[in-house]
């Protein structure tokens, strides 16, 4: 007797309850925690066509994941019919992500199974279970499977780790000096009305403060009869601030990938941090998971690992005032029990580090040691190179469209702390023949590493590190003026800046002023660090954001970056008696100067708005002049006077 079906695939299967087919997939589906928690009413999934026969040569994927990584999937399955054999018809059960299929299955199943025996549980946030058949044979009776999946509580009690209070049902104390960094959660099955859980993350160190990340939690309970309260407690536990106050019905479940969704709190350095959890309508079906709060914690020590960026993957921030002067970070390298290994695992991320000082000092960063490339796979990445001259390092991209080449590759990026920022420099690809380079800027570094969606597989491969220092300013912004009517503007050397591989970054402010009668004439010198200090003819002249000068009317203007933009060779007239000029300076040796003086509004040629020769050569009385070069051998023996007694 031949059985055969028809199958309607433009509807929902009836036995694909709380699943969402995946787009362009022939039976391909994903189920998620927040559909399947409620042991009552589980989520089903089964095999295509069930209770019927399913179809010849079928290879379907059945994903699980949960946002949560306390919670445990548990799939249990209902019927298994399938042919004796496990060549052809099996099931596939993956504890884990699909990804490649690295790791091995749990368990292969075929044949007449019993189904109370068949019982699995994940021990993290994912499963997977794959399908394959091939034709069915006689006597063509095979239904095939149907399972139902429920994330729930992981048997072993998550906060088990800590210490729980004396006589409590859920309280629980966490100190940095036994557990530094796990999860923590409230029951997921029954418990009784008017709960109080409380959870107190106590430093045993002034310098450390403990950063609760808060995955999933679900308030179902109207009108704030369950709700979460985070507080600051005082000094000896008393008093205190309220961070933040959650109220149901409210539900949340951290988006894999979305950095946005990342909700981080945390109390002050030496500061204990209490979470409590209050549901005044209780639990009181067993089994049944109705309301409850996941997260994870981590003390961190500010002074040695810097700051901490809420809402942030791995965001974190130096000054010389809360921080040390010196000191080192990396990577960073994933710790995949920590809140950082669902966003840094799942898709592309950036991580800044903002180095900036609070006592009018310099900071440098040295990259000692980066892996953006895997050993021996050099020449798959040749979209990217990077390329170093005496203005610092860029990533060279082959392709047209090199924003895209970028986002696809790991490269470590410097910038400026100055509005706009200035991208300083850009390492990527091979950087054997590079390392280590050091970048100095007066006034802060922001350090980026964009990495790239990993496996745990290579969780240790890609990475940087690198070594802060803020010190004594190695360039500073001066002037020289001999009257109001004309002067000069450059950067002074403090000390010897004859490291390699040193490029230093400047930024400074002036405001000129002469008679009201008068125009404003300006002479740019910017020596190009790419050619040996020699200056650049003006054909040659080209913009660049590292090396310039820009001319505003007034502060309101700068405040809005837009001005009047300069070069290299530049000489131009500005029909204002007030200026405000901002020089922008990158490279290994800065010795920038721009020469002004006021000019008679009759003598500029007003079809150019350029005055008729360069400004220097000719001064308003007619007399030749040589200020500049006088000028440039002061500027040049009072450099030689500072090296000299640094």
Not at 90 to 113: H, K, M, V, W
Not at 440 to 449: E, L, R, Y
Not at 619 to 646: D, Q
């Amino acid at each position: 007797m031949l059985q055969y079906f028809f199958e309607d695939k433009s509807e929902e299967s009836s036995w694909q309850l709380g699943g969402s087919a995946i787009p362009n997939a022939e039976c391909d589906w994903i189920y998620r925690q927040h559909n399947c928690t409620n042991s009552e009413e589980p989520c089903e999934f089964s095999s295509p066509g069930y209770p019927g026969l399913y179809p010849n040569f079928q290879h379907c994927r059945y994903f699980f994941r949960s946002t949560d990584p306390a919670l445990q999937i548990r799939i249990q399955f209902k019927s298994f019919d399938l042919p004796a054999g496990c060549d052809t018809h099996y099931l596939n059960i993956f504890d884990g992500p699909y990804s490649a299929r690295t790791d091995p299955a749990l368990q292969t199943l075929c044949g007449e199974t019993k189904p109370d025996d068949l019982v699995f549980f994940s021990t993290g946030p994912s499963m997977v279970v794959e399908f394959i058949s091939g034709s069915l044979p006689p006597p063509y009776n095979y239904i095939g499977f149907s399972a139902t999946v429920l994330f729930g509580n992981n048997p072993h009690d998550r906060n088990t780790i800590g210490s729980k209070v004396d006589r409590s049902f859920c309280d629980w104390i966490f100190c940095s000096n036994s557990t530094p960094s796990a999860r923590f959660g409230t029951p997921m099955d029954w418990y009784p009305k008017n709960l109080l859980c409380t959870f107190r993350f106590i430093p045993s160190v002034q310098s450390e403060r403990a950063v609760v990340t808060l995955f999933s939690y679900f308030l179902e309970s109207d009108h704030c009869g369950t709700f979460v309260e985070i507080h600051e407690l005082g000094q000896a536990d008393r008093g205190g601030r309220l961070l933040k106050k959650i109220c149901g019905p409210i539900s949340k479940y951290a988006a894999v990938g979305d950095h946005k969704s990342l909700e981080q709190y945390a109390a002050g350095p030496g500061r204990t941090l209490l979470v409590s959890f209050v549901s005044k309508s209780g639990n009181h079906v067993l089994g049944k998971t109705s309301e409850w709060l996941s997260g994870h914690f981590e003390f961190h020590n500010d002074r040695l690992l810097g700051t901490k960026i809420l809402n942030t993957v791995c965001d974190t921030s130096f000054n010389d005032q809360d921080h040390q002067v010196s000191g080192s970070f990396s990577g960073p390298k994933i710790d995949f029990d920590s809140d950082q290994q669902l966003w840094l695992t799942s898709a592309p991320s950036d991580c800044d580090f903002i180095l900036e000082s609070n006592r009018n000092r310099s900071v440098s960063v040295t990259v000692q040691h980066a892996t953006l490339i895997r050993p021996g796979e050099e020449t798959t990445f040749w979209l990217c190179k990077t390329v170093c001259d005496r203005a610092g390092c860029a990533c060279q991209m082959e392709g047209t469209d090199q924003k895209q080449i970028l986002n696809d590759v790991f490269h470590v990026s410097f910038y400026s702390r100055t509005q706009p920022a200035t991208l300083l420099s850009c390492l990527c690809g091979d950087l054997s023949e590079v390392l280590p380079i050091t970048l100095s800027a007066t006034n802060g570094i922001v350090q980026k590493f964009h990495r790239l969606a990993q496996t745990t597989a290579e969780s240790d491969v890609y990475g940087f590190e690198a070594k802060y220092n803020f010190h004594e300013k190695i360039y500073e912004c001066a002037k020289s003026s001999r009257s109001h009517a004309q002067g000069a503007l450059y950067i002074a050397t403090k000390r010897n800046v004859s490291q390699a591989n040193t490029f230093h970054h400047l930024q400074c402010d002036w405001s000129v002023e002469v008679s009201s009668k008068f125009y404003i004439a300006i002479d740019v010198r910017l020596w190009d660090s790419d050619k040996s200090s020699k200056r650049v003819k003006k054909s040659d002249s080209q913009c660049s954001p590292k090396n310039t000068v820009k001319l505003f009317t007034s502060v309101s203007q700068r405040d809005k970056g837009k001005g009047i933009e300069l070069c290299q060779n530049n000489a131009v007239t500005i029909n204002s008696s007030k200026l405000v000029i901002r020089l922008t300076a990158t490279g290994r040796h800065l010795r920038h100067r721009i020469f002004w003086k006021e000019v008679d509004p009759a003598g500029v040629d007003s079809a150019g708005g350029k005055i008729p020769s360069a400004i220097g050569s000719r001064m308003r009385n007619g007399m030749v002049n040589a200020f500049p070069v006088v000028l440039a051998l002061l500027w040049t023996l009072w450099s030689h006077h500072c090296r000299l007694h640094a």
